[in-house]
């Protein structure tokens, strides 16, 4: 079929459409599908639990909008990074944060930006989930003696997330010896940029809570302790031990 032809072609089968359809079809043919999100390397990992399975701390739009959307668009970046930069998708995560000066400066930003929202989302996804259990065993003694016990770790965990100023994380990280210390951080930046590694972390970004809390902040911080999966969270601080915790 030549060009003209083609064009005739699909010109007049788009009439023959219009004409032939209803408000709702026109509708329809407005809304195409979005188109198919970039694929590479990168990808968000799926939740271990339905989207509804955090409430009420936790909303399920707020989940899918941040699962989804925000986590989504992260990946989407990377991955479009990724086709001009192959060697972003050969390795680990952890290594390229800990070694962002390394990258060139055309990327450094936004693969600090990208990778470090990949990787503290791909934590918190993880570490949250229902029926999450209590500290016990090591991570309890870890608690007890790094952190004042789990009342204090909550309250001061809870102060520091809110005294983050704009976007942030507030985060617990773990040595290889197993000491734990509070810390945070801007935007999407990790202690793992600095060679730390993350045990847990809450995501203080408004994005995280904003439909159900609003500006109370306090409140889905202190709410969010009903999400924690601390069986999940034990696995991460024997890893941390062993060597072997990534992101
Ligand atoms: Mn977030």
């Known amino acids: ?138 991570v309890l003694a870890a608690i007890e003696r790094d952190l004042g016990g789990l009342e204090k770790f909550q309250t001061d965990f809870n102060a520091a997330g809110g005294r983050q100023f704009g976007s942030g994380w507030v985060f617990v990280t773990v040595t290889r010896d197993g000491k734990l210390a509070i810390e945070t951080r801007p935007n999407q930046d990790t202690p793992i940029m600095d060679g730390k590694r993350v045990l847990m972390g809450n995501d203080v970004w408004e994005h995280a809570y904003y439909l159900n809390y609003q500006n109370r902040r306090a409140d889905y911080l202190k709410a969010w302790w009903n999400t924690v999966n601390w069986n999940k969270i034990s696995e991460r601080y024997a890893a941390a031990k062993a060597g072997t915790l990534g992101v």
Do not use: C
């Open 1 to 138: 079929m030549s060009s003209f032809s083609r064009r005739h072609f699909f010109s007049a089968a788009a009439g023959l459409a219009a004409a032939a359809s209803t408000p709702r079809i026109v509708f329809a043919q407005a809304s195409p599908a979005a188109p198919a999100a970039p694929t590479g390397p990168f990808a968000v990992p799926p939740l271990a639990y339905p989207t509804n399975a955090l409430e009420p701390h936790v909303d399920a739009r707020t989940m899918e909008i941040h699962h989804d959307k925000h986590h989504g668009a992260y990946v989407a970046a990377l991955n479009t990074i990724a086709k001009t930069n192959p060697q972003l998708g050969a390795s680990a995560v952890e290594d390229v944060l800990g070694n962002l000066n390394a990258l060139n400066d055309d990327i450094k930003s936004a693969v600090r930006n990208n990778l470090g929202g990949h990787a503290n989302h791909t934590m918190f996804w993880a570490i949250m989930g229902p029926n999450g259990g209590k500290p016990e065993g090591e």
